[in-house]
């Protein structure tokens, strides 16, 4: 089997179910899903069942999504894991295309989409276009990208070895209170080499709507914090030698998410956040500078026919 697609959800039947059903509506066949409930305290649990055999569920205690990703993963069967948020939704040709660029570049540790960002629905004209192209960079590794990533667990593709390699998603601390687990990934990931980025067509729609777990700002800050802590305390790859990008990699949110708690009111927070972050923040923006100027890595690209 290519793929293991996981989901792992916490009480959004209403929106579980157009993320299973986009799943289900593949050009590609050579899946399976599975979907880790979290412990739902609503509905979710009869929509599972409703499924039948066409998806695989495991029911758990609410751990929190980084658990629930890991718990999915023991049992999966496939050679590559690609791990998928339960308010997303993928295109009909985002396994094509993911199959399609690992043949053609030799089964690959990691690649990684981008998405397309809706609220609501996703115009039926995007979801009907002819993928004829996929235009996509070959890097050495994730810490060497020069151009901007979007960041999301849903644009995660890895082989199975490799998922193990990187010590899977966080599963050493106790509380389920942290968020951006995808960047947590990816800064303990990203001396994976090569790492290939798809940057056309969108591989997945990213949802935005209240429910966004990083709309609640004062934990996202608290989660920034802790990513402070883990790279000062050496979890992620790379060493000395790759510290200025991890840096940078953290520093990009770090601005963006200060600025907007601050916008939001939450200043004692922000401020206490701004002396410990303000590094990174600077090194973020240094390397946004540097790749304005820099030349960048070629774009490849692959004729696809759906």
């Known amino acids: 089997m290519k ?11 209403d929106l579980l179910i157009k993320t299973i059903d986009s799943v289900l509506n593949q050009s590609f066949s050579d899946f399976e899903l599975i979907v880790v409930n979290d412990g739902s305290t609503d509905d979710t649990k009869e929509i599972l069942e409703s499924y039948g055999s066409k998806i695989r569920v495991i029911h758990k205690e609410n751990s929190g999504s980084e ?8 049992i999966a069967k496939g050679e590559y894991y690609c791990f998928f948020d339960s308010d997303d939704l993928m295109f009909p040709w985002s396994l094509e295309v993911y199959n399609k660029i690992i043949e053609a570049e030799n089964f690959p540790p ?54 193990y390699k990187a010590g899977m998603f966080r599963q050493y601390y106790t509380k389920k209170e942290y968020f951006l687990d995808d960047i947590d990934f990816m800064l303990r990931a990203g001396t994976i080499q090569p790492t290939i980025i798809i940057f056309e067509p969108p591989q997945f729609g990213y949802r935005t709507h209240a429910e966004n777990s990083v709309k609640n700002l004062k934990r996202v800050i608290k989660s920034l914090n802790y990513l402070l802590e883990e790279e000062k305390s050496g979890k992620f790859a790379g060493g000395d030698k790759r510290k200025f990008e991890r840096h940078a990699i953290i520093g990009g949110p770090s601005y963006y998410w200060l600025f907007k708690a601050l916008a939001n009111g939450i200043i004692s927070d922000s401020i206490k956040f ?33």
């Open 3 to 13: 793929f293991s697609i996981i989901i792992p959800t916490y009480n959004r039947s």
């Open 67 to 74: 658990k629930s990703r890991n718990a999915g993963a023991y």
């Open 110 to 163: 990691l690649v990684l989409g981008q998405p397309l960002h809706f609220s609501d629905t996703i115009p039926r004209k995007i979801l009907q276009q002819n993928i004829s192209l996929i235009k996509y960079v070959v890097y050495k590794d994730y810490f060497s990208k020069d151009r901007t990533v979007y960041s999301s667990s849903s644009m995660i593709v890895i082989r199975k070895d490799y998922f």
């Open 274 to 306: 701004f002396f410990n972050a303000y590094p990174f923040i600077l090194k973020g923006l240094l390397k946004k500078i540097r790749n304005k100027f820099r030349k960048k890595t070629p774009l490849k690209t692959l004729n696809i026919e759906l």
